[in-house]
């Protein structure tokens, strides 16, 4: 069990890319607990992860708000003894040309994808610092490194979670915890479903593996970046795209 008596916190955790890291994070030992703002979806999640063996909490937050943040944080603790893993996944996105971008679209983009890691990371670290020991995993995007036309919200937003990620890391490496990012291609959850045949098809043109990535995968990443032995990678982005990006 490579992560026995570790407790791993996992945002937006009630579907796709969340969901696949926390079953995974569950399944090789860790007690999780699932951010979100659907509780009715978290604690379908709570069900399957409690179903491995492992201790499970929802934790219904909204990732934008510091109130939310902090009490979510707290709620954690509280039930599971401490806070080992911080996996910042939660994320939206609202697509569109930048001369058609409304301000409020931009806001909610970068707020949640973002200011939320912003705000998750600095209640983790205030819990990791003291214990002298964490692993901080931001889900970034190859499109934070490529750009793509319709997002630049969210190219931001990933973009600047990238750069966030290098500067955490150095202000916390001295007390053994290391801030890393995975950033997916175009993987195969709801968010990529919205895509039409005809846009999938040009998109898996590109990709030199022929294929989607699968959310599991993903949660690989973050289940050694999670581990101990990771303990000397940080400040690091870790691309897996199957050749979309290199």
Known sequence: MLLRDRVALVTGGSQGIGRACALVLAEA?????IGGRNLEKLNAVVQELQATGRRAVALQVDVTDPAQVKAAFAECVKQLG???????????????????????????????????????????IKVML????????????????????????????????????????QEVASRNVTVNAVAPGFIATAM??????????KLLEKIPM?????????????????????GYITGQVLHINGGLYM
């Open 29 to 33: 030992g860790a007690d999780v607990a």
């Open 130 to 169: 003291r214990q002298r020991y964490g692993r901080i995993i931001n889900i970034s995007s190859v499109v934070g490194q490529t750009g793509n036309a319709g997002q630049t919200n969210y190219a931001a937003s990933k973009a600047g979670i990238e750069g966030f990620t290098r500067s955490v890391a």
């Open 192 to 201: 990529t479903d919205v895509l039409g045949d005809a846009i999938k098809s």
């Open 82 to 124: 401490k806070l080992d893993i911080l996996v910042n996944n939660a994320g939206v996105t609202k697509d569109t040309l930048l001369l058609r971008m409304k301000v409020e679209e931009w806001d909610t983009v970068v707020n949640t994808n973002l200011k939320g890691v912003f705000l998750c990371t600095q209640e983790g």
């Open 210 to 230: 022929g294929r989607m990535g699968t959310d599991r995968e993903i949660a690989g990443a973050v289940k050694f970046l999670a581990s101990d032995e990771a």
